[in-house]
């Protein structure tokens, strides 16, 4: 049952940094409209104000109209004051941005980077490239208040560190953290490929569904969990790993993980590549079946579109366990178009509930290659931001 009253007196911030957040939604306020959106006094207000000018997250944003006699000053979130970097490695290729506190990217790269050259070479590169693209927004190191990045296998959320990774060799237990700590001297924070793909999409292209389910669909097979707005990652950031539950049905074929039947072994492009070999057709990668389906072979749709609907099966379990109001699915094989998407579509709504699907809209991924590395960036914003950070740097500022 709705509660009518609670919904007119919701939660009033009380410290700077709960002030701050109101700012996130980029429009300009006064004074006085502070006053009555917090409940506090002018000189309460006119402090927090201040404190938040001394750390350089808010900025004056000109006058507001007047109603008469001297038109108030506004004040606004000012993104550019400091820089996040985002950085998505993936098994053969890498892509960096500097952002600005929105995880705007100011400046990009995307270069071939094999991940299995191991961690030091690799978080060396990221390092080097890292600080030409500072230099090149033409702003210090100083300015920069993080780096978030994404790696393709496990991480404990906790440690930072990649857990038995199969396609990164020599990363088992790295510790990334320290190491690119050590190189760049900023705080890092990292995670899987498919968590920061969904924090990107979901900033991107869908910032008002607060429930949402990223699925990429590659060589392997993940989803990112956002609930509530917020990136869900579990008890060790696991959650989400779609590739690994059972597909219903007569499936014992075998899966890298030593269990039998897993979706992965069964709807990931190392399966469809392998169904289609069978068929006589020659196919490697998981590209290829993205070629062959838009290239119009009818065995590669067909194949794309059982893979569909095996994803739609687990999907739809997911379906009644979260009851998200977007599914949005990526990856490589999210390119082969409205085969898998068709697929997908036909399972879930066959098998989930009326109430759990009445809303729910499955859309292929709109936020594109970029999505990882704004993902990224917005690990370090998103923390950096928060009201307990917020009340952190203000103290630091007052003590120096
Ligand atoms: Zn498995």
Not at 359 to 379: F, K, M, Q, W, Y
Request: negative net charge; charged residues 20%; contains cysteine.
């Amino acid at each position: 049952m709705l509660m009518e009253g609670l919904a007119k007196f919701p939660p009033r911030p009380t410290g700077a940094g709960d002030m701050f957040q109101l700012f996130r939604d980029g429009a300009p306020r006064t004074r006085a409209s502070l006053v009555t959106e917090t409940g506090q006094s002018r000189s309460t207000v006119a402090a927090r104000i201040d404190a938040l000018r001394s750390i350089g997250l808010l900025a004056p944003a000109g006058e507001a109209t007047s109603t008469g006699g001297r038109p108030p000053s506004t004040f606004a979130f000012d993104p550019a004051s400091h820089l996040a970097m985002g950085v998505d490695l993936g098994a053969t290729h890498a892509r960096i941005a500097v952002t600005d506190l929105a995880a705007e990217p100011i400046t990009m790269i995307d270069e071939p980077l094999a991940i299995a050259d191991g961690p030091d070479r690799v978080l060396t590169w990221v390092a080097e490239t890292g600080r030409k693209l500072v230099a090149q927004t033409g702003r210090e190191m100083e300015d920069l208040v993080g780096i978030g990045i994404g790696l393709p296998g496990p991480v404990d959320h906790r440690t930072g560190r990649p857990v038995n990774p199969p396609i990164m060799p020599g990363w088992g237990d790295s510790d990334v953290p320290a190491e690119l700590f050590a190189r760049l001297g900023a705080p890092v924070m990292v995670d899987n490929d498919v968590n920061i793909m969904a924090l990107g999409e979901h900033r991107t292209t869908a910032p008002d569904v607060d429930d949402l389910l990223f699925v990429k669909v590659a060589t392997g097979i993940g989803a990112g969990v956002i609930m509530d707005g917020h990136l869900r990652r579990g008890a060790q950031g696991a959650a989400g790993d779609l590739g690994h539950i059972a597909v219903p049905g007569p499936a014992d074929i075998p899966c890298r993980c030593g269990n039998t039947g897993c979706l992965e072994a069964v709807a990931g492009g190392g399966a469809i590549a392998a169904r289609l070999r069978q068929q006589g057709i020659a196919v490697e990668t998981t590209q290829d079946i993205v070629d062959l389906v838009r290239s119009g072979d009818v065995a590669a749709g067909q194949a794309v579109r059982q893979a569909g609907r095996d994803i739609g099966s687990v999907l739809a379990a997911s379906v009644s366990l979260l009851n998200p109001a977007r599914i949005v699915v990526g990856g490589i094989l999210a390119g082969a178009g409205e085969h898998l998407m068709a697929g997908i579509r036909e399972v879930v709504y066959q098998r989930s509930l009326p109430l759990a699907t009445r809303d729910l809209r499955i859309t292929p991924s709109e936020a594109g290659a970029p999505a990882g590395v704004v993902g990224a960036a917005t690990l370090v914003t998103e923390q950096y931001l928060a009201p307990s950070s917020v009340e952190t740097l203000i103290t630091a500022k007052e003590v120096m």
